[in-house]
């Protein structure tokens, strides 16, 4: 009964460890923006998968994808900035960058999961949190990742607005 005893309190703790040295952040961890008023914005889908096509195979099919792009940015921002005491901008000298990094998008485009990035000005990583977004249900697989990008906007605003002063 010890020996069973012991194995579950090695297990438990194995498994705190395993978590404290997972890479994402807790919200708390967001306390570095403080008094900031703004953060640069930007997305980078390299290393997404689209609808199972890599996004140079889904870019070379979907001849709307600059401009399905610069709308997904643009849901994005609003969305965030409705809710977030750190307003997301482009191309500003800030001191912190937001980087979202999608990597798999499903569901005809509505399912984004991936990752989002804060780094300094030197490119330094400080902060990291997945994400696994889902929105919208009519439409083309740029506009459903657009509800999805909106979405994860207002989502990403409220933990901003919850957890920075």
């Keep these: 009964m010890k020996k069973y005893l012991l194995l579950s309190i090695l297990a438990c703790l194995s498994l705190s460890v395993f978590a404290q040295n997972t890479p994402e952040n807790s919200w708390k961890d967001l306390s570095f923006l403080d008094g900031q008023s703004q953060i640069n914005?930007?997305?980078?889908?390299?290393?997404?998968?689209?609808?199972?096509?890599?996004?140079?195979e889904f870019i070379a099919q979907e001849p709307d994808w600059d401009e399905g792009l610069a709308e997904m940015r643009a849901k994005f921002i609003q969305s965030f900035n409705e809710k977030s005491p750190v307003k997301a901008v482009t191309g500003e000298d800030t001191d912190y960058m937001l980087v979202i990094l999608?990597?798999?998008v499903t569901e005809k485009g509505s399912h984004v999961q991936g990752f989002f990035r804060i780094a300094d000005k030197s490119g330094k990583e400080v902060f990291t949190h997945r994400f696994d977004n889902e929105a919208g249900i009519f439409g083309s697989a740029l506009n459903l990742m657009g509800d999805a990008f909106e979405d994860l906007g207002e989502e990403l605003g409220k933990a901003f607005k919850k957890n920075v002063d």
């Design 102 to 104: 999608p990597l798999k």
């Design 41 to 56: 914005f930007t997305v980078d889908f390299s290393r997404a998968i689209i609808l199972d096509m890599d996004v140079e």
